[in-house]
């Protein structure tokens, strides 16, 4: 079991950003990382990606420039912390990564994991009814699925959409 673990404050500071704007946008969580029974993210500071921080943004796609990328990745190393990233879906309430998230995820994950030496890391996807979230935790190359996003007091259970579309065999979207 994974969970990802916010304050009240941080998670609504988060999403009131994500959907704030008719095209995606990105924030990123510094967290601890625990494993004891199960896995946990508990995030310790949040950063709101900033216009100048994207190469490319659109309703559909965004991607981080390589400074904004730098500096995140250096941030999470020199506070010893696991990166979450999240980002908004804009365009539908259902809550599922595309298939260029996961292009990117897959070249991504590999690097930063590389770059903070096994930090584990994890992926959210907002839009505004739902979240999916994923998180690579024992390695850089398989995705596992998040379990539960705490709140506060509050619990949100992730769609699952995107691991159920990856382990489908029919499914050649991905």
Request: charged content about 30%; glycine content about 2%.
């Amino acid at each position: 079991m994974t969970s990802i673990k916010f304050s009240s404050r941080s998670y609504t500071t988060l999403r009131r950003h994500l959907l704030a704007s008719n095209v995606e946008e990105v924030a990123i969580a510094y967290s601890e990382f625990r494993s004891r029974t199960h896995s946990e993210f508990f995030v310790r500071e949040i950063e709101l990606m900033a216009e100048s921080d994207f190469e490319r943004r659109s309703e559909f796609h965004v991607s981080l420039t390589d400074d904004a990328l730098a500096r995140v990745i250096k941030r999470a190393w020199d506070l010893k912390l696991s990166i979450v990233e999240l980002h908004s879906h804009v365009d539908t309430a259902i809550a599922c990564f595309s298939p260029s998230d996961i292009a990117g995820l897959r070249d991504l994950v590999p690097h930063v994991w590389w770059r903070l030496r096994g930090a584990p890391y994890a992926a959210m996807v907002v839009t505004s009814a739902e979240i999916d979230a994923l998180a690579w935790t024992a390695s850089a190359d398989r995705a596992e699925p998040v379990d539960e996003i705490v709140a506060g007091k509050t619990l949100v259970r992730p769609s699952g959409r995107t691991l159920q579309r990856l382990e489908d065999p029919h499914d050649r979207t991905f």
